[in-house]
């Protein structure tokens, strides 16, 4: 967190005690709230999505994901990751039809395949499921692209000299 101070200037003080102020400058955006949706990163429904439906007390809030297969229940924060997304009409313990529609309505499925974060989690995904013979695969096709490059290079350097 940013904090920086900044100098009043004030007729009634002198020059040798100006007050003081601080001034929050937060860059921090993603809040717990009614309608934020998160990603949930433990227990059967790892790596789906699921909506802040109703904030329980500061270590757990009550999440639904009526699109993701995601039960509406109670989840720890710990366990949750905050996504950029939010559906800003979401009352606060909104029912799973409401929360099916706004979830549909804002295209947040649609917006979170498309974002980086969820590539490179598939990604992953699919090395950590690779069997023996793809990552044998992976690997002739990474010999074969370096025999090109160099090929290329050698080719390159002749017609430079």
Same mark, same amino acid.
Do not use: C
């Given at each position: 967190?940013?904090?920086?101070?900044?100098?009043?200037?004030?007729?009634?003080? %002198?020059?040798?005690?100006?007050?003081?102020?601080?001034? %929050?400058?937060?860059?921090?955006?993603?809040?717990?709230?009614?309608?934020?949706?998160?990603?949930?990163?433990?227990?059967?429904?790892?790596?789906?999505?699921?909506?802040?439906?109703?904030?329980? %007390?500061?270590?757990?809030?009550?999440? %639904?994901?009526?699109?993701?297969?995601?039960?509406?229940?109670?989840?720890?924060?710990?366990?949750?990751?905050?996504?950029?997304?939010?559906?800003?009409?979401?009352?606060?313990?909104?029912?799973?039809?409401?929360?099916?529609?706004?979830?549909?309505?804002?295209?947040?499925?649609?917006?979170?395949?498309?974002?980086?974060?969820?590539?490179?989690?598939?990604?992953?995904?699919?090395?950590?499921?690779?069997?023996?013979?793809?990552?044998?695969?992976?690997?002739?096709?990474?010999?074969?692209?370096?025999?090109?490059?160099?090929?290329?290079?050698?080719?390159?350097?002749?017609?430079?000299?």
């Amino acid at each position: 967190m940013d904090i920086f101070v900044e100098y009043i200037k004030d007729s009634s003080l %002198d020059q040798s005690r100006q007050a003081k102020r601080t001034v %929050d400058q937060s860059t921090f955006k993603r809040f717990v709230e009614v309608g934020r949706v998160v990603l949930v990163n433990d227990g059967p429904s790892a790596g789906n999505l699921a909506v802040i439906v109703e904030i329980i %007390d500061h270590n757990r809030a009550l999440i %639904d994901g009526p699109t993701t297969s995601v039960p509406r229940q109670q989840f720890p924060y710990r366990n949750l990751i905050l996504t950029p997304y939010t559906l800003a009409s979401l009352p606060r313990g909104a029912g799973n039809g409401a929360v099916k529609k706004a979830f549909e309505k804002a295209g947040v499925l649609e917006k979170w395949q498309s974002s980086g974060w969820a590539k490179k989690l598939a990604a992953r995904q699919q090395r950590k499921n690779a069997s023996d013979f793809d990552r044998f695969q992976i690997q002739l096709s990474k010999k074969a692209r370096r025999e090109e490059v160099r090929k290329a290079y050698v080719k390159e350097k002749k017609a430079s000299a």
